[in-house]
């Protein structure tokens, strides 16, 4: 199995582009979330899904989008992209009812110049 | 909501000696769980240990042990005969085992090994 895939590892953006990260697991698991990680610090959620067709806002969500049409897929929306959205980015996921932590993507570390 | 504290923003430790990892968190549910997550430079999480808050049992996984006090809400990590390879950042988390609960993650403590 592939687990948690991200797409791409490393980007970088100039003010005012815009992309989409790409998440997609192979496990068939319910929830998914979107985490960052800024320099020294510890992961800040930003959206999450507990299925398809259901997102929510996470701690941080401002300037940010998801959708979730099938199970497999999750895919984060950055509009007008800012120099405060440079950060590593994790995707991770993990099957309804079980508490065995999550299963974490490879991370994208996203440069905004 | 969860908070996640973890005091000690780096910390050494002598290869082969041992060293304890502070974690202490808030939580206003009586079910949850707690992990530590290594993350090597490259930045993969790797889930080293979990506690299940209603076992009284400290967990254990080969070298790595925890140290749990629920009425302190505390959650200390203890990494025996430590090796080169456990050199990383390792951050203490929680969730609540609500439908829609999400991991809280701690800010993180560096480990280093030194020879």
């Known amino acids: 199995n592939a687990g948690v895939t991200q797409t791409p590892k490393f980007r970088i953006l100039k003010i005012g582009q815009s992309m989409t990260l790409q998440c997609a697991q192979d496990m068939n698991h319910n929830y998914m979330y979107w985490y960052r990680q800024d320099p020294g610090m510890g992961l800040k959620l930003i959206y999450y899904?507990?299925?398809?067709?259901?997102?929510d806002k996470g701690e941080v969500p401002n300037g940010y989008n998801v959708s979730r049409s099938t199970t497999e897929d999750f895919p984060l929306r950055l509009e007008l992209a800012a120099p405060s959205q440079t950060s590593v980015y994790f995707c991770?996921?993990?099957?309804?009812?079980?508490?065995?932590?999550?299963?974490f993507g490879s991370g994208t570390r996203l440069t905004v110049v | 909501a969860q908070t996640v504290t973890q005091s000690q923003p780096e910390m050494s430790v002598q290869e082969a000696e041992t060293v304890t990892l502070s974690c202490t968190y808030d939580t206003s549910e009586s079910d949850y769980y707690l992990f530590w997550y290594k993350q090597p430079p490259s930045r993969q999480m790797i889930l080293v240990i979990r506690q299940e808050a209603y076992k009284q049992q400290n967990a254990t996984e080969n070298r790595f042990s925890v140290n749990f006090q629920k009425a302190a809400k505390s959650f200390s990590l203890k990494i025996s005969d430590s090796q080169l390879g456990d050199a990383a950042m390792y951050f203490c988390?929680?969730?609540?085992?609500?439908?829609?609960?999400?991991?809280?993650f701690g800010t993180g403590t560096r480990l280093q090994v030194t020879l």
């Open positions: 899904s507990v299925g398809a067709g259901i997102t």
């Open positions: 991770a996921s993990r099957s309804a009812g079980t508490f065995d932590g999550y299963t």
């Open positions: 988390a929680s969730i609540n085992t609500g439908t829609a609960s999400k991991l809280t």
